[in-house]
Every structure is written in C-alpha cells, then in structure tokens.
C-alpha cells in the first residue's frame, strides 16, 4: 500500500544520524521548556522556533517534532509535580496526578502519563499516517470557495463553540483577523494598518504575537497575582516504577483515552479540552475505585493524559492535509512551516513528501525517545522545577525578547512584542482566550485571499460559495456551531427563569 | 484597568467591560478610516478595502456584545492584582528597548530586563542578580554569535569579547 511505502521511506529519512540527533536535541528542549511552569507546548514551539531557523527545512521540522512531544510531556510533568497546568487540556491530570503526587505516589503518576502518552501518541501517529493520504485526495477537489468556507468553519470553532462566552472568543478572534490585515495587500501590493511605519509593511510576525501574548503576558499576569498564592512542588518520592495493579488499572484508560482523543482532535475544531476532559469523566464513571477519584487516581491521570497526546497528534491531521490550525500549538506549527515558505496542505503532499513522511516518521521516533529518557531523568526534569520564580520568570522573559532580537532586532518590532504582552495581560486579567488572536492572525490574509481568488474566479458572483456543495456544507456547519451556544444560552435563561 | 476590589458584586455595570467595548468600537473605526484610503483596483470581487471594512463590521457588533455583558454584569470574577510588579516588569522591557535602540548592546539590555523581572517577583538583591544575569546573557551571546552564527545587536560589551 502507499501509505506502507511512504512511511518507510519517511522512516529511512528520519533515521539518518544527524536527523536522530535533531530530533533528540528537539525532544530534550522541549521537555525543558515544557516543564516550566506556565509553559505549555505553543509556548515552547514559539520560544524555540527563532532558535532553530537557520536550520535546513527537513532538520528543523523533525526537531518541532520532538520539541512539540516533548513539550507536551513537560506539561503534563508540571501538571503533576506542582499543580500548575500550563494549558488547560492539562486541567484534568492536574486534578488527581497532584493528589497522587502528595500522597507520595508521583512516580506512577509521572510514569502512567508517560507510558499513556507514548501509547496514545503511537496509535494517534498510525491514524494520521493512514487518514492523511485519505484527506489529502479529498483536499485536492477543493476549490478556493471550499477553502474559505472550511476557514469560516475553523474560525467558528476555534472561537466560539467551546469558549466559556462565544463574544469573548470571537473578540479575540476579531482582534486576530484585525493584526492580519497590517502589512502590504499582496494583490494590490497596497499598505493597509501600517500608518506610514515601514516596519509594519511586512504584517505582523506571529512570532512576535505569540511570545508577547503568551510569555510576556504570563509573566505579567503571574507577577500581578503572585501575592495570591505561593506554589509548592512535590518531591518525588516512593518508586518511580508502575505496580502490577497499576498497570492493570492504567492501560484501559489509555486506549479510552487515545478513542476520545484522536477523532476529536482531527476534526477541525480543536481544542485538546475537550476530550480530556470527557476522558476523565468517563474514567470516573467506569472506575471500580470510585472512591479513589479527587484523592489520586491513577485512571484519571492515564485516561486524560493518553487523550491529551492523542489530540495534540489529531490535530496534525487537518494541519498536514489542509494547512488548518486549529490550536495555538497547531498555529506554531504552521508558522514554522511558513518561516521556510512552506504552505501545508495537499501540494506539499505531493511536492514534498520526503518532508512531510519524515516529519510523521520522526513522530514515532520522538515518542520513543520520550519514553526511553523521560522517566531516568526525571530527576533533573524536577530541579528545573526547583528554579526560584524571580529567576525562572526573569529568564523566560529574557528567552522571549532573545528570540525577537536575534530575528528582528529593531526598536518597532520590541515594543510590539511589549504591547502584545500587555495585551496579552488584560486578556487572561479579563478572560479572554487567546488561542483565537493567533489563528486568526495565521488564517486572516489566507481566507481573505481565497474568498478574493473565488470571487475573481466567478467574475464577482457571491453565489459560488452556495453553488459548491463542499462550501455550502461547511458553511452551514459554520453557521450552525456559531448559533448554537447563543440559542443553548437562550434555552438556559428560560429553564432559569422557569425554576 | 481597575485594581484592588475583590469579590464584587454580580449584576452591577463593569466599567473596565465598558472600556474595553469602546476599544473595540475605536479599532473599527480606525479600520474603516484606513480602509477608506485604499483603490480598489480590482475587476471583479473584492478588492483591497473590502476585508477591512468586513472585519471593523464584526468588530463594532462584538463591541454592541461586550457593552451589553458589562451593562449587565456577565464579565467573570476577577481577583485582585498588584499593579506594581506589572509596571516594573514594564520598565525593563522599555529599558531593554531604549538600550538595544541606542546602541547598547545585547548584554546590556537583557541584563536590565532580568533584573527588573527578578525584583518584579521579590528578589531583593539587586548586585547579586545583576551578575548572573550579565554572566548569563555574555554566554547567551557567545552562544549564538559563536555557534549558531545568528548576529546579536552589539554595543560596548560585545566588541571586548
């Protein structure tokens, strides 16, 4: 089969030395990074990706691959040791793998994740290996009219249905598709938002954007609020191994995990939150140790945790296929891609497959190298834990600035990535997502300019989105997941009004 | 932005609700005002200009969508926050700025930015954190500049080394 004869020719890609050690030196940054508190896995790819651009294309995507697993692992080390989740997809094994931490069982804890993950990111891979070649010759009948219409659908999604409050999340999407627009008009070579600056004719770097909003706001967010609560790390103490009756209770859990993760991370829209959460809850209502839940349950650190990978894996399947990010991790991912003017979807498929194999091959590859260096080292994993705040968050902000500095040292483009971090303040201060500002900065000009190429193409007739059945499908789904929570909020307010 | 007064009480105007639906109202409006300065030059379909005035539309709804949540008092609960460590940390990103903008270097400037942040959480020791902070950023430089060949804005520090 195709798919047999591109994976091994992946493989043989990914398994040349220099490749390996890319992907090793990807994996441990991105555990280190990962592991900081604060820090989750779009963070650690966006910190990172100034890093590694002088790198060769096919070199420094197969080490986002390792950095991308291993920041996933990371978080979830953080999650469990100090019950500070740096994403909320790491919510629910924060709630029992830190009560199992303090009840001195951390080592299972860190190890059921971390077989967890390694079993639902290997499943989750052979899925997108097999879905993706699939997807891709669905893609390639896709016009420009789909394009946008599959846009609208991420942008909906992304913001709206999963949100606490759809208009806070399609604020932050507006204000997304609002930073899109700064820079040179690429049909018309006219300058838009760039208010005479010259530095803004390029648009705004998404580099640039993420850090300012994830790490500077953080930063600013955890320092506003740092007389609120001191955190406390768990030592690690006990065995770090897994008991008979640990595993036993752990694998099922995985492959739940895996089930719930995986589908939902592959459609397009996004969120790891979901699934895990609704991993845990169903470990909790299948457990025969009922009991044990909120006191440290392994099930609910294995289930979540194999549900957290498998959709991280999920989501790079409209990713690769489509060129869709539908998290902010996914987003990253695509900035990385288009540092070296790559385009995901189904022409670099076919362009470049030794790209695109090596990248899925290298997957694999880093789940094991996860596996095999994670668990002996978690000792060191857990002196970077140790870092004092004053100085772990002095250097995350100095890692932050380097990284706009060595790309762009100019004065304009600092006091962006300064402004984004305020502005990345007063959303968490005021609840706002943030995921939504970076999709919809990354997918804004790409939307815009498929609906420009559409209606080009049908000699301006708005009726082309209707006529194809693929964009008048999307849309309506579009339509329907952007109604939904407000007429659900409608129904809500009237049963309260009932009681 | 407001701070201090936890725990207030729900159903009761937001005001900083009010300011940010304002914002928004204000950003649609430089959209359209930017907009207005664009030829449209296209045949066919949309040109430069149409997008813009698309999203300052969607803008000025969600701006209608975020004065009505804050008329009513729907904005979540917030905790209360300490101004000054924002504002510290603000001031070593401007120093960090003002530096590498007159030429002072990449040591320097992320020196300052480390110790601000260091105070910011707390640390009271200035010398102390001043050292590592210029040991660290002098081998972050060496890093880059010697390994990875990625140029670094030099400045006095720099050219000794």
Partial sequence: MDTFAALAHGMAVAIQPVNLLYALIGVFLGTAVGVLPGIGPALTVALLLPVIYKLDPGGSLIMFAGIYYGGMYGGSTTAILINTPGESASMATALEGNKMAKAGRGGPALATSAIGSFVAGTIATIGLAFLAPWLVDFAVRFGPEDYFALMCVAFVTVSATFGDSPIRGLTSLFIGLTLGLVGIDKLTGQARLAFGVPELLDGVEVTTLAVGLFAVGEALYVASRRHHSEEKLEPVRGSLWMTKEDWKRSWKPWLRGTMFGFPIGALPAGGAEIPTFLSYSTEKRLTKYPEEFGKGAIEGVAGPEAANNASAAGTLVPLLTLGLPTSATAAMMLAGFQQYGLNPGPLLFAERPDLVWGLIASLFIANVMLLVLNLPLVGLWVRLLAIPQPWLYAGILVFATMGTIAAKPSVVELSMLAGFGVLGFLMRRFDFPIAPVVVGLILGPIAESQLRRALAISLGDPMTLLQSPISATLLGIALIALLAPFVLKGLGRFKANED | ?161
Avoid at chain 2, 102 to 123: D, E, K, M, N, P
């Fill in chain 2, 1 to 161: 932005m407001s701070s201090g007064d936890p725990a207030r009480p729900p159903r009761r105007v937001d005001r900083a609700g009010i300011v940010i639906a304002a914002l928004l109202a204000g950003l649609a409006a430089v959209l359209v005002f930017d907009a207005r300065g664009l030829s449209s030059t296209a045949m066919y379909g949309m040109g430069p200009e149409a997008m813009p005035v698309v999203v300052a539309c969607g803008l000025a709804l969600l701006a209608i969508g975020n004065f009505i949540d804050a008329l009513r008092g729907n904005l979540p609960a917030r905790e209360s926050a300490d101004p000054v460590p924002v504002v510290l940390i603000l001031i070593g990103l401007a120093l960090l700025i003002a530096i590498i903008g007159f030429g002072g270097g990449f040591i320097l400037a992320t020196s300052a930015l480390f110790v601000t942040t260091s105070a910011a959480f707390g640390r009271r020791a200035i010398l102390v954190d001043g050292i590592i902070a210029l040991v660290m950023s002098t081998l972050i430089y060496l890093a880059f500049d010697r390994l990875l060949t990625l140029s670094l804005p030099t400045g006095p520090l720099e050219r000794l080394l």
